[in-house]
Every structure is written in structure tokens, then in C-alpha cells.
């Protein structure tokens, strides 16, 4: 399975928000998982999202979503990935990891706790960075997972944590948008047949 870590310093943390850019540009998570999930007349079942909110007001929420079953596809619907998104939040227990719906689940915990857990399991973690090696000239593992921010991305002593847990990798010499990167992420892996 592919999986998929965003990370973004301002998104909002609750689900009273109305205006996605000023809820610390919800849109760009809003994309992510329209580009993690849907192609054209099919939503895909061999990827995991995990999103990881330290906006304010209650820094830090963990909202994973998938593997998509058949029974949760008419949840996840790229009409209203926001309502989808902002029913989660609204759903948060503090201590619990909350089931909202089949296949999506909300929690308190940060992104390096998660990707440690992850690395210490043998899996491969891919650090998205415009100074890391051509994706299309390496070798990517079975079941990897792709680590990438939001416009502001990682700070410096951030990113050197993730450096400790995985390889630096890159989608080309232009800056894409987080939602491009992943659609062409998807690609790779489409075209290299790998799940």
C-alpha cells in the first residue's frame, strides 16, 4: 500500500471554520486528498492519507483516511472533501483515536511519532525535497510512503528529523503544488506497477 503524509504548520486544528484558505489553507489539504484518492471514474484502494494539522486552536490533529473500502466510497466524495474534513475534526475525543466513519480516523498525535513508528516496521520513507535524488532514477520499495508539507513546508531542524528517517527524493526541477506532487507520485508508482 501507498501512503501518503501532508503536513501543514497552520491548518486548522477544529471544524468551525467557513473560509478554507483562512482556516490555514484547508484548500491545499482539500487537494491532497482529492489527488491521493480519486482518478477518473475510480477512487483507489491501495493508499493511505494521513494528514497532520498543528494550526491552532488544539495543535496537533492526526486525521488518517483509508485504505477506501467499497462500503466507505459514498463518504469520500471530491463534492465535499471540506465537510468531510471538517466532520473529523468536529469528532475528536482528546485521548482516543476516534473512528468517524469506515475508514477514517482522527487522533492527537504528531507526524515524527507516527513515520518513527512507521521506519522501525522496515518501511521506506520517501522525504519530498527539491535537492533530493530524481524519483524516476531510483529504486522505490514496495509499500512506501511519501512524506510532503504545505506552501511553508518543513523548517530546518524538521526537516533534518525527517532526513534521519528516510531518503530525500524529488518529482523534477519546478515547484508543484502539493496535490500536483502527489498526482505525479501516483503516476511513477502507476506506471512501475507498484502498490
Given amino acids: 500500500m501507498r501512503e501518503f503524509f501532508y503536513f501543514s504548520k497552520e491548518a486548522r486544528t477544529s471544524g ?20 491521493s484518492f480519486f482518478v477518473s471514474h475510480l477512487i483507489r484502494s491501495n493508499v493511505k492519507l494521513h494528514l497532520f494539522f498543528y494550526g ?3 495543535p496537533i490533529k492526526h486525521l488518517e483516511i ?13 463534492k465535499d472533501v471540506s465537510g468531510l474534513l ?8 482528546q485521548g482516543k483515536k476516534m473512528q468517524v466513519f469506515n475508514d477514517c480516523w482522527i487522533e492527537k498525535k504528531d507526524i515524527f511519532t ?14 519530498l525535497d527539491d535537492k533530493g535524488e530524481d524519483i524516476r532514477k531510483i529504486k522505490i520499495e514496495k509499500n512506501p510512503i511519501f512524506v510532503l508539507g504545505d506552501h511553508e513546508g518543513f523548517n530546518k531542524k524538521e526537516l ?4 534521519r528517517l528516510g531518503k530525500k527524493v524529488s518529482v523534477g526541477d519546478v515547484t508543484y503544488f502539493a496535490s ?10 502507476d506506471r512501475q ?3
Fill in 114 to 127: 507516527e513515520l518513527k513508528n512507521l521506519e522501525q516496521k522496515g518501511r521506506t520513507i520517501y522525504i
Fill in 160 to 163: 533534518k528529523d525527517l532526513e
Fill in 180 to 189: 500536483q506532487t502527489i498526482a505525479i507520485i501516483q503516476n511513477e508508482l
Fill in 56 to 58: 491552532p486552536p488544539d
Fill in 16 to 35: 468551525n471554520f467557513k473560509d478554507l484558505k483562512k482556516a490555514g489553507r484547508l484548500d491545499i489539504a482539500c487537494h491532497v486528498v482529492i489527488m
Fill in 193 to 195: 506497477k507498484i502498490e
Fill in 86 to 93: 471538517k466532520r473529523m475534526l468536529y469528532k475528536y475525543k
Fill in 66 to 78: 483509508g485504505p477506501i473500502t467499497k462500503e466507505s466510497q459514498d463518504i469520500i466524495s471530491k
